[in-house]
């Protein structure tokens, strides 16, 4: 049974909620809208906000400039949702500026994405009031919120989509050349203009996308060496949406990155490790499996004694990873150079299977 409350209204004044949420989750994102709104908050909700004519994205701009709080309703149909990445992303930014919080709703079991792993989410799963209590609790009063440290992304013009539309036509050096140009500012909103289409493709356009991961590439540098702040916005992207057709690729790029101290240093310090290293544990494909192992391999000045310890246990039981003839390489290299934290079990099991 729910708690007795006063009216938000009385005590806190207008408190601006929006509401993201697949559409396929309507029956229980709109009880939750109109439980909110109840309790005297003003909730943006689409199906109540956007009337026909109206354009759907300004209507949403304009709901996130607004909100207080973006309450974002996890499930199996959301985190596939091109619309709710959009206003993650979005929100994520004003985040930054300290302008609005987000809080995380989980109504069925689904990968959480990645930069909300480490907050407290109000748990539907296990009863409507008892999440909706929680979720009141979070609103009425607000702790810290965690942050990530992620330089704010400027609104995109017209000419950065014409921009990218120009790479196309050059050939890889005239890329790497033309990108070398551009302000760091321009590169940021280059980078989510190509993770923008990459989201969008399907399966069949990806072999015919090879030019937008060069530009990717040569986006995330400055004077040719990795830039910290620009990967930093392409891993923030990367974290938030879903991109099933071209995982493998964007998961090279990042494994390339990681091989720099002030990238690893970041991942450290975000406790990103150790999703990378469940990442390894998962691995479902050959493909991943070698990626994985390359990740884990680069993240190995950051790696904890349990870190490796579930690598080894990885590698000897997942047969994607240790059939996969990219992936021994990658792991040989990280167990040599940890071989004083392995135990002769652990030694002689890798031996077995020649991962050293």
């Not at 439980?35 to 199906?47: H, N, Q, S, T």
């Not at 302000?183 to 493709?201: F, G, N, Q, V, Y």
């Not at 964007?250 to 990378?276: C, E, G, P, T």
Request: charged share 25%.
């Amino acid at each position: 049974m729910p708690r007795l409350r006063k009216s938000a209204r009385k005590r806190l004044g207008a408190i601006h909620i929006f509401i993201a949420h697949s559409s396929k989750d309507n029956r229980i994102s709109k009880k939750i809208a109109e439980a909110l709104k109840g309790e005297g908050f003003a909730v943006w909700y689409d199906e109540w906000e956007i009337k026909v004519g109206d354009s759907i994205t300004q209507r949403i701009s304009s709901g996130l400039q607004q909100g207080d709080f973006l309450v974002v309703i996890l499930s199996k149909n959301s985190v596939k949702s091109k619309w709710v990445q959009k206003e993650l992303a979005a929100a994520l930014t004003l985040e930054a500026k300290r302008s609005m919080f987000i809080l995380p709703v989980l109504i069925d079991s689904c990968e959480i994405p990645i930069l909300l792993q480490d907050r407290k989410y109000a748990n539907f799963r296990k009863g409507f009031n008892r999440g909706l209590d929680e979720l009141l609790d979070a609103i009425n009063m607000p702790g810290p919120i965690a942050t990530y440290d992620i330089p704010t992304i400027p609104s995109r013009e017209p000419s950065v989509q014409e921009l990218v539309d120009s790479f196309e036509s050059l050939s890889k050096d005239g890329l790497a050349a033309r990108i070398s140009t551009l302000p760091i500012e321009e590169k940021k909103e280059t980078i989510i203009e190509i993770m923008d289409r990459l989201s969008m493709a399907d399966i069949h356009e990806v072999s015919d996308l090879t030019y937008l991961f060069s530009a990717l590439d040569f986006s995330l540098q400055e004077n040719r060496r990795p830039s910290l702040t620009l990967f930093q916005v392409f891993f923030r992207e990367f974290a938030f949406r879903s991109l099933p057709f071209c995982k493998d690729k964007l998961l090279a790029i990042v494994a390339k990155y990681l091989q720099f101290n002030s990238i690893q240093d970041w991942i450290r310090d975000q406790n990103l490790v150790d999703w990378f290293v469940s990442e390894f544990e998962r691995s479902p494909t050959f493909v991943s499996g070698a990626l994985n192992s390359e990740i884990v391999a680069n993240l190995s000045p950051v790696l904890s004694r349990s870190h490796i310890d579930r690598i080894v246990a990885g590698a000897l039981t997942n047969n994607q990873i240790y059939e996969s003839w990219q992936a021994p390489p990658h792991l040989r290299r990280l167990f040599l150079s940890s071989i004083q934290l392995l135990t002769d079990k652990q030694r002689h099991d890798l031996r077995t299977k020649s991962l050293i």
